[in-house]
T-cell receptor, first 113, second 111 residues
Framework: EAQVTQNPRYLITVTGKKLTVTCSQN?????MSWYRQDPGLGLRQIYY???????DKGDVPEGYKVSRKEKRNFPLILESPSPNQTSLYFC????????????FGQGTRLTVV | GENVEQHPSTLSVQEGDSAVIKCTYS??????FPWYKQELGKGSQLIID?????GEKKDQRIAVTLNKTAKHFSLHITETQPEDSAVYFC??????????FGSGTKLNVKP
């Protein structure tokens, strides 16, 4: 089954404790990206990757890091989480640029206290 | 940067009626406009998209229209069904790089 898998689904952590949210796709997609969803703001792009070892900042990259060492995985790293990073995070992937179906993961609800 | 506004924030229709969700964007360089459906507890799925060189696109009960001059695009769902109930997001992007999303519309289709 074609899917984008995020882990964990739910996470509560403390300020400053480094964490990683994993994202994996099994469709050999080139394009992957991370979004955060906040009430009234919709989805905002954090980082995206056009291919292995190719990443770029989205709209709200501050406080986040990503890596794309292999095609299937695109982890989101919070080196020092802060309460304003409490949000619902989505990973997405698609085969190529434009005009093709995009798949989203089920989301990771992160709370930073 | 781009600014995408989406209206309405909630929409309630009777089963069988049509639903229309509208979005406006600010950056004339945006050339790709997808619509996503997010169901409770699931990730979002692309349901239809349109590029700037096309004015309208249809896929069964779903259609999207784009007015480049006015910088707005709309999602039209005809003959709505209860399973259409979800949150819908519009987005605008330039060459499929940075995506800017609307704030979402919660559609409720009453049986």
């Amino acid at each position: 089954e074609a899917q984008v898998t995020q882990n964990p689904r739910y996470l509560i952590t403390v300020t400053g404790k480094k964490l990683t949210v994993t994202c994996s796709q099994n469709m050999n997609h080139e394009y992957m990206s991370w979004y955060r969803q906040d009430p009234g703001l919709g989805l905002r792009q954090i980082y995206y990757s056009m291919n292995v070892e190719v990443t770029d900042k989205g709209d709200v990259p501050e406080g986040y890091k990503v890596s794309r060492k292999e095609k299937r995985n695109f982890p989101l790293i919070l080196e020092s989480p802060s309460p304003n990073q409490t949000s619902l995070y989505f990973c997405a992937s698609s085969f190529r640029v434009g005009g093709t179906e995009a798949f989203f993961g089920q989301g990771t609800r992160l709370t930073v206290v | 940067g781009e600014n995408v506004e989406q209206h309405p924030s909630t929409l309630s229709v009777q089963e069988g009626d049509s639903a229309v969700i509208k979005c406006t964007y600010s950056d004339s360089a945006s050339n790709y406009f997808p619509w996503y459906k997010q169901e409770l507890g699931k990730g979002s799925q692309l349901i239809i998209d349109i590029r700037s060189n096309v004015g309208e696109k249809k896929d069964q009960r779903i259609a999207v229209t784009l007015n480049k001059t006015a910088k707005h695009f709309s999602l039209h769902i005809t003959e709505t069904q209860p399973e259409d109930s979800a949150v819908y997001f519009c987005a605008a992007a330039h060459n499929f790089n940075k995506f800017y999303f609307g704030s979402g519309t919660k559609l409720n289709v009453k049986p």
